[in-house]
């Protein structure tokens, strides 16, 4: 159980924007490169279907 936990942790740090990972990599990166990836973000959604 606690292997799945941080599988699942981990998977969820992945910088794609549905995940957490992409939240946490767009606050620190620069305001222009935020706006940048700010235009791929309807993306992110096929990399999983």
Known sequence: MI???LLLF???LI????LDGYRIIQDLV???VRYKM???V???????C
């Open 3 to 5: 292997s799945m936990n």
């Open 10 to 12: 981990i998977f969820n």
């Open 15 to 18: 910088p794609l924007p549905p």
């Open 30 to 32: 620069p305001l222009h």
């Open 38 to 40: 700010d235009q791929n």
């Open 42 to 48: 309807q993306w992110g959604i096929f990399v999983f």
